[in-house]
């Protein structure tokens, strides 16, 4: 989940170091990981000499760094990593890594998705940095920001084949201003069929583990939190035809008073009563307020 400057009208619409001498290039194509076979390219080659990093995340969650390197003909560093699923049925993962200058300095981002691992199985993957122009950049390594699982049953499709329930229920990105926080629950139906809402959506809020919590009041529409275009309308009947979609919201703030700070990173969605849940990840950082506010479902338009 990204966070940008609020646009509220828009919503519903461990460190791996590069070595003090020399470069983790060989290290890493020691056991194989070469993606361009390329091994030459003096301008990528980092400085011999840097600040040493304290030591990060480059394992959590079932998820480790195994290597570092760099493609020769654009410059890019990519990072070799692993996933494996400690569960007892498949789950989706979704890491976010930082890859950090030689004084730990953030330079870049990059999130990725892994679908479906088994149980017990362990897959090996690579993430590349994006963002900077090449050659104009220093990378001393790469850690672990964020690991997000979820049953894979449960795993928003975002694209692919339609699932089963014949909708594809993904979430925005969080619209953030002066401790408010809205963010868009959007519903595409692509079946064959009609498919029917009238209401609010269903939600579950799940801490780091995935347990329900309680504490925290759902409340239907703004419940005082705000004053959002459309989150107090009534609910109203909506028909979604092959290809339409619809969009509902959910709003909280981060204010911090009095006791500790309450962050959930999953809520279950179930889009109408007995519709097969979606797990998603707004990161709700509720501060102490112990309220969440979620606006009915509209009707949107077509891709």
């Not at 897959?123 to 104009?136: A, S």
């Not at 139906?189 to 809402?197: E, G, I, K, V």
Request: glycine share 12%; aromatic share 6%; proline share 9%.
């Amino acid at each position: 989940m990204r966070t940008t400057p609020l646009g509220l009208a828009a919503v519903l619409a461990g460190v791996l170091l590069l070595p003090a001498c020399g470069w983790e290039r060989a290290a890493a194509w020691r056991d194989g990981f070469d993606p361009e076979g390329r091994r030459g390219d003096p301008s990528c080659v980092a400085p011999s000499t840097h600040t040493p990093i304290t030591s990060g995340d480059l394992e959590r969650d079932g998820v480790a760094i195994s290597g570092l390197s760099v493609r020769s003909r654009d410059c890019r560093f990519s990072a070799r990593f692993q996933v494996t699923n400690h569960e007892a049925e498949p789950f989706t993962y979704t890491i976010t890594f930082d890859f950090v200058s030689p004084s730990g300095e953030a330079l870049s981002n990059a999130e990725q998705t892994v679908p479906a691992v088994e149980p017990g199985q362990t897959v090996q993957r690579t993430v590349t940095m994006d963002g900077l122009p090449p050659r104009e950049y220093t990378v001393g390594g790469v850690h672990i920001a964020k690991v997000r699982s979820v049953p894979a049953d449960e795993a928003t499709a975002a694209a692919g084949p339609c699932p089963p329930s014949g909708v594809r229920v993904t979430l925005g990105n969080t619209e953030a201003a002066s401790g408010l926080r809205v963010v868009g629950l959007h519903l595409e139906n692509c079946s064959t069929r009609a498919y029917h809402l009238n209401g609010y959506p269903r939600l579950q809020l799940l801490d780091e583990d995935r347990k329900p919590v309680t504490g925290v009041e759902v409340l239907h529409g703004g419940g005082g939190i705000s004053t959002v275009t459309g989150f107090d309308d009534p609910p109203r009947p909506v028909t979604l035809k092959p290809g339409q979609r619809a969009s509902a919201g959910l709003m909280w703030r981060n204010t911090v008073t009095d006791g500790a700070s309450v962050h959930l990173p999953y809520v279950r969605v179930n889009a109408k009563a007995g519709a097969p849940p979606v797990m998603v990840t707004p990161e709700l950082d509720l501060g102490t307020t112990g309220k969440l506010g979620v606006s009915p479902w509209k009707k949107g338009k077509a891709r």
